[in-house]
């Protein structure tokens, strides 16, 4: 990996001087707490606290507390699991703890409580009218849930759009609501539909078979459908949040958004037309026919989405190769999970434990800098203000970068020194011979080099490579 360019100015006191303590995610400087931030981040969470009262409220109140209990533990069996998948998503750019915290609580209490007032309500209004049950099932269920689920990765992206890298943080984030959501549901299912119903009737033993049998079918088997459902909003926000096209940004999440709850309604229609005409197979035939292709399509969608991250390292970081701030090696190294891992069990071997934390930062700030240039490139910053914020956490990144590096650089006794010049790799050999070797086509070994010259002022967006065999500008 480079090392940080001789004669250069130190990194600012807001990049990271040392490594961060272990566990913590690295981070760009925070923002200050000014009292309008504090008066919002305290309403969001008395919001949810009090969602979540009249959520245990409401649903102890109609199934008792020992169905509550009950329900509560079997709901949040799954749970770890779920939430794993959409971590794994997310590990190259991993999002704010906080912001995943408060999707999932934003549909664990936050749409659970708006979507059982207003199905209740719906119920005996369409009750009153003497219309089929089933309607609230298929008509009001599918809009006013979806549209909840949504409401808080849609905050996010209105406020904190800048936390988006694509559409694989809009799976995460309406992904991570979706099982929230999921999660308090299946507490009313679980709880109430099975064990205080079973309870009720035939006694505790059929109450837990219930329970058991309910688990199986709605969890094991149908514990995607909330996820997959929401994802269809979350692909919508993630084109929005990387496009400049306005009209794209509000017609995306819309688009999104609708097809969430069409495929809502048609999940809940299934049961119901295989109980109108007395045919199981409508249901089997729908869930084959057309939610298991669905569902393995966007789990292959996100799979593939997976790796976007590591390819936009490849796309737009050879810009600071050649402008001077990165070597090539340092780019080949970032552009897959595999490559990442071997860097840092390469900075663990030379640096120990305070390399492996530095390396995670610098990967961390170097996939952030190529999704700020991606941006840029994009046209997201429309104003000035915003273009001044990218080029200050531009010129913060690339310090970040510089800081990282003193860790873990120059203390390998394998590797030949070496200084890279922006054009090729100037190496020196124990025995004292030194040799120019251009930079491989693909570079895949990290080279621990010095960057040659001092540190060149940040690449503007619109900058490309002039034709030159200057050093610097390969």
């Not at 995943?100 to 749409?111: R, S, T």
Request: with cysteine.
């Amino acid at each position: 990996m480079a090392d940080t360019p001789p004669g250069g100015v130190p990194p600012s006191p807001t990049a990271p001087s040392a490594p961060p303590a272990p566990g913590a995610a690295p981070r760009m400087p925070l923002r200050r707490l000014g009292w309008r931030r504090l008066l919002v981040l305290v309403g969001l969470v008395l919001l949810i606290a009090a969602c979540a009262v009249f959520m245990v409220y409401r649903i102890g109140e109609n199934i008792g507390v020992r169905a509550l209990l009950i329900g509560a533990v079997t709901a949040v069996l799954p749970v770890p699991v779920l939430v794993g998948c959409f971590l794994w998503l997310d590990r190259y750019e991993p999002e704010p703890l906080k912001y995943l915290i408060f999707c999932f609580g934003w549909g664990a209490f936050v749409a659970t409580a708006i979507s059982l007032t207003v199905n209740d309500f719906a119920a005996g209004l369409i009750d009153g009218l003497h219309l089929p049950a089933a309607l609230t099932g298929v008509l009001v269920a599918p809009f006013i849930e979806e549209l909840t689920k949504a409401l808080g990765p849609i905050l996010l992206l209105v406020f904190r759009r800048r936390e988006w890298s694509g559409i694989t943080d809009g799976l995460v984030y309406c992904g991570l609501s979706a099982v929230g959501f999921a999660m308090v549901e299946n507490i009313l299912y679980l709880g109430g539909y099975g064990f205080a119903s079973g309870a009720e009737r035939f006694g505790p033993a059929t109450g837990a078979q219930q329970v058991i049998a309910i688990f199986i079918v709605r969890i094991l088997l149908f514990g995607f459908a909330h996820p997959l459902f929401t994802s269809m909003t979350g692909v919508g926000l993630g084109i929005a949040a990387r496009t400049a096209d306005r009209r794209v940004r509000v017609l995306a999440p819309v688009a999104g958004l609708l097809l969430a709850m069409m495929l809502h309604g048609t999940w809940n229609l299934l049961p119901t037309l295989s109980q109108a005409a007395g045919q199981p197979l409508i249901m089997l035939y729908g869930f084959i026919g057309l939610m298991v292709p669905i569902f393995f399509g966007m789990v292959g969608l996100a799979v593939w989405l997976r790796a976007w991250e590591g390819r936009l390292t490849e796309r737009r970081l050879p810009d600071y190769v050649r402008a001077g701030w990165l070597s090539p090696p340092e780019v080949a190294a970032l552009s897959s999970l595999g490559r990442r891992h071997a860097a840092r069990a390469w900075a663990r071997r030379v640096a120990g434990d305070a390399g492996v934390r530095a390396m995670r930062g610098y990967q961390f700030a170097a996939t952030r800098l190529a999704l700020l240039r991606d941006g840029s490139l994009r046209g997201l910053d429309r104003k000035a203000a915003d273009q001044e914020r990218t080029a200050r956490e531009e010129r913060e990144l690339l310090e970040a970068i510089t800081a990282y590096r003193s860790f873990f650089v120059g203390r390998d006794p394998q590797a030949p020194a070496g200084v890279w010049d922006g054009d090729r790799y100037h190496l020196r050999f124990p025995d004292g011979s030194e040799r120019a070797v251009a930079a491989p086509v693909e570079p895949v070994v990290p080279i621990p080099v010095v960057l040659g010259g001092p540190p060149p002022a940040p690449v503007p967006p619109g900058w490309h490579p002039p034709h030159s065999g200057r050093p610097g500008h390969a």
